[in-house]
């Protein structure tokens, strides 16, 4: 897709921006990297551990019909079999016959009606070929076709064929659910967008299992719980909902939805939610000759539950919500004189750092004690950071690239060298609007809790 200037330079500040704080860099960076693998860094691995649990604290957490799980990510090939991986997970590849570009049939543009390379322009290219995207691997010592598996190319399978299991523990009735956060990884052809699509990557998977009549409503229902899960990690803008077309669906689907993002690059998926009918455990039980089916106590029912399925990417929602959060303004600084400074509003609940505590001077002992004390009475609670060095604006500044939603200041009225009515309190400083308000010491956890929860 042919981006702008401005969307190419706004990605090229997200992807700087990434790498100077320590959000995300490129994996094995010092052997020339590996191609759509990524590395998350102090601050990147903060925000993906509190998108994760928080997507965990809404779906299993804050309800009474979804249990979790955590499956392995080596899994016996059959169940890749049974489920149509091995067979159809795959795109159609052309390669160009010029250039030796090998590129992905379906995002071709045309030129004249005829598809044309986007590396070298040309239009010499080959007929489509499917290309598997699961990465093979060998179990055990001998490397045959015996021995081969795949790394899962999403989490959604172990749910199924654990779900008796699960059944069986949790006692829960239909609809009830199985959420699960996991690696998988796929061989894209072309990784790309910075960690958009990458090789490896994380999902948050939820299979809602239902009777057949509960499906489309449920669809309908998972659909609004997802998009508001989005708003509440800070994407309030952006967000457009796409409804599959029934003819593009996979032939299971009774209904799909694309939650999508504008991101710089283009509206791209954030997430899937579908509803795929029996058809999952229908496979499973066929390939493994296990039964997977429910039976309903008051009814007497005996049948294979329906599923709706949403599915999320933390990685991409990582980048969108660092997407969505990036700003830069015109502030003006000590002196009076405009400055840019770059921000990201990161919504305090899902913010790497919630509180930069610095103390006004390094060289003053009582000021540098009574942070040090602040800091540590608030660590235990949330994710601080104790910053000492350089002027207080320029460490203000650092913290606002960092997406840190709040800055104590403790100065000379805390230590009760001025009005004698601050003692004992602190200057907190809000990053978005970088207004000041003096809150009492005692009064901090409180105050700070209510806002990142
Ligand atoms: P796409 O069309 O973008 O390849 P998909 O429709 O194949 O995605 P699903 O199989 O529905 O994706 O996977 C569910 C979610 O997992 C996606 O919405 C996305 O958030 C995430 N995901 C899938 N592939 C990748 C990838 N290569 N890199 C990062 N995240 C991914």
Request: charged fraction near 30%; include cysteine.
């Amino acid at each position: 897709m042919a981006q702008n200037r401005s969307a190419t330079d706004q990605m090229e500040k997200i992807v700087s921006l990434c790498k100077r704080r320590g959000f995300i860099f490129q994996s094995s960076e010092i052997y020339g990297g590996l191609n759509g693998c990524w590395d998350y860094g102090p601050l990147g691995t903060e925000l993906k551990r509190n998108l994760k649990d928080f997507w965990w604290r809404r779906m299993v957490y804050e309800r009474d019909d979804v249990v979790g799980m955590d499956g392995s990510i080596l899994m016996n090939r059959q169940v890749w079999i049974a489920s149509g991986h091995e067979a159809t997970f795959s795109d159609p590849m052309v390669d160009c016959r010029i250039c030796k570009a090998r590129l992905r049939a379906d995002q071709l543009d045309e030129k004249n009606g005829r598809k044309q390379c986007p590396v070298c322009g040309g239009f010499d290219l080959t007929e489509p070929r499917a290309f598997n995207l699961m990465f093979k691997t060998y179990v055990g010592a001998t490397e045959d076709e015996s021995a081969l598996t795949y790394l899962r190319p999403e989490t959604a399978q172990a749910i199924f064929v654990q779900f008796k299991n699960i059944l069986d523990v949790s006692r829960k009735r239909l609809p009830f659910g199985i959420a699960q956060i996991g690696k998988a990884f796929r061989n894209e052809i072309n990784p790309r967008n910075f960690t958009f699509r990458s090789r490896e990557f994380e999902q948050m998977e939820l299979e809602y299992f239902c009777w057949p009549d509960q499906g489309l409503e449920l669809l309908e229902y998972w659909l609004k719980e997802r998009l508001k899960f989005y708003s509440d990690v800070g994407i309030t803008s952006g967000l457009h909902v796409h409804k599959i077309p029934p003819e593009e669906c996979a032939h299971y689907s009774k209904g799909t939805y694309d939650i999508e993002f504008e991101f710089p690059f283009g509206i791209q998926e954030l997430e899937g939610v579908a509803y795929r009918t029996d058809y999952d455990l229908t496979q499973h039980q066929s390939a493994s000759g296990k039964s997977l089916e429910y039976f309903d106590e008051e009814s007497k029912k005996r049948f294979i539950p329906h599923v709706v399925e949403p599915s999320a990417g933390v990685d991409r929602t990582a980048l969108a919500v660092i997407c969505a959060a990036y700003d830069e303004e015109k502030v003006p600084d000590e002196k009076g004189n405009f400055e840019m400074r770059t921000v990201l509003r990161l919504h305090p609940r899902i913010a790497p750092i919630k509180c930069g505590i610095f103390p006004l001077l390094k060289n003053n002992k009582l000021l540098v004690a009574r942070a040090r004390e602040i800091y540590e009475q608030l660590r235990p609670y949330m994710m601080v950071f104790y910053d000492e060095s350089g002027a207080i604006g320029r460490r203000y500044r650092r913290q606002d690239e960092a997406g840190t939603p709040f800055g104590v200041t403790v100065d000379f009225d805390t230590i009760g060298e001025n009005d004698p009515a601050n003692v004992e309190t602190v200057t907190v400083r809000e990053r978005d609007s970088m207004k000041q308000q003096r809150i009492a010491i005692s009064e901090l956890k409180p105050y700070l809790m209510e806002k990142i929860r």
